[in-house]
T-cell receptor, first 114, second 113 residues
Framework: GESVGLHLPTLSVQEGDNSIINCAYSNSASDYFIWYKQESGKGPQFIIDIRSNMDKRQGQRVTVLLNKTVKHLSLQIAATQPGDSAVYFCAENRASGGSYIPTFGRGTSLIVHP | DARVTQTPRHKVTEMGQEVTMRCQPILGHNTVFWYRQTMMQGLELLAYFRNRAPLDDSGMPKDRFSAEMPDATLATLKIQPSEPRDSAVYFC???????????FGPGTRLTVL
C-alpha cells in the first residue's frame, strides 16, 4: 500500500550545525507535502510546505527539497538551535472534499546539543 | 493569538466508561480534523468536518467512536465504551478557508485502565 516514511528516527546535532531530515513517500500521485514540528506535550506545528510543481522552497532558516523522481522529501534547518529540538513529521496530502488530508510519516526526533 | 483549544488535557478512565473530548476550533475556520497519536501507529486521521458536515470518518472505529460538531465553535469526539487500546493522545486541528494549513490543538492525553 501507499506509505510515508522517514529514514532516520533520531538525529543528533551540535548547536550551530545544519540539520537535514529526510522523508520518503510512495504515492506518486501526491502533489502537496508539509513538514510539521512537534515539541514535547504539544500538537504538531506547521513549518513549511511545498507543492509538486516546485522542487525547492525556503523559509526562515528552513528549506524543503522535493525530488519527485525518487519520491524523496527533505527538510534542511540552518544553524540549528536548541529550540529546534523536537520531532519532525513529513506529511503527504491527498485532495478530498475540497481539503487536503494528510498522511503522516512516523517522525524523526531531532536533538540539538548546546 | 488565536489557538485551537482542547479539553480535557488529560483523562484517566476505566475500561467501559464513556469518554468525551472537546475541541474549540479557531474562530472563522471551516474545517476540523480529529487525529489520534500513539507510539506504535503515529498520527492517524480519525475524522474531519467541513462547514460542520462530516466528510470522512473512515479512520474511526464506528462501533465505539463518534464525532460531531454541534455548532461552529465546538467539535466533540466520544468513545463509548472505552477500551485500554484507545489510550493515546487525541488532537484536534482546524483549518481556515481557502488554505491547506491546519492548526493543531494541544491534545487530550487519554489513559484507559
Amino acid at each position: 500500500g501507499e506509505s510515508v516514511g522517514l529514514h532516520l528516527p533520531t538525529l543528533s546535532v551540535q548547536e550551530g550545525d545544519n540539520s537535514i531530515i529526510n522523508c520518503a513517500y510512495s504515492n506518486s500521485a501526491s502533489d502537496y507535502f508539509i513538514w510539521y514540528k512537534q515539541e514535547s506535550g504539544k500538537g504538531p506545528q506547521f513549518i513549511i510546505d511545498i507543492r509538486s510543481n516546485m522542487d525547492k522552497r525556503q523559509g526562515q532558516r528552513v528549506t524543503v527539497l522535493l525530488n519527485k523522481t525518487v519520491k524523496h522529501l527533505s527538510l534542511q534547518i540552518a544553524a540549528t538551535q536548541p529550540g529546534d529540538s523536537a520531532v519532525y513529521f513529513c506529511a503527504e496530502n491527498r485532495a478530498s472534499g475540497g481539503s487536503y488530508i494528510p498522511t503522516f510519516g512516523r517522525g524523526t526526533s531531532l536533538i540539538v546539543h548546546p | 493569538d488565536a489557538r485551537v483549544t482542547q479539553t480535557p488535557r488529560h483523562k484517566v478512565t476505566e475500561m467501559g466508561q464513556e469518554v468525551t473530548m472537546r475541541c474549540q476550533p479557531i474562530l472563522g475556520h471551516n474545517t476540523v480534523f480529529w487525529y489520534r497519536q500513539t507510539m506504535m501507529q503515529g498520527l492517524e486521521l480519525l475524522a474531519y468536518f467541513r462547514n460542520r458536515a462530516p466528510l470522512d470518518d473512515s479512520g474511526m472505529p464506528k462501533d465505539r467512536f463518534s464525532a460531531e460538531m454541534p455548532d461552529a465553535t465546538l467539535a466533540t469526539l466520544k468513545i463509548q465504551p472505552s477500551e485500554p487500546r484507545d489510550s493515546a493522545v487525541y488532537f484536534c486541528a482546524s483549518g481556515e478557508r481557502n488554505t491547506d494549513t491546519q492548526y493543531f490543538g494541544p491534545g487530550t492525553r487519554l489513559t484507559v485502565l
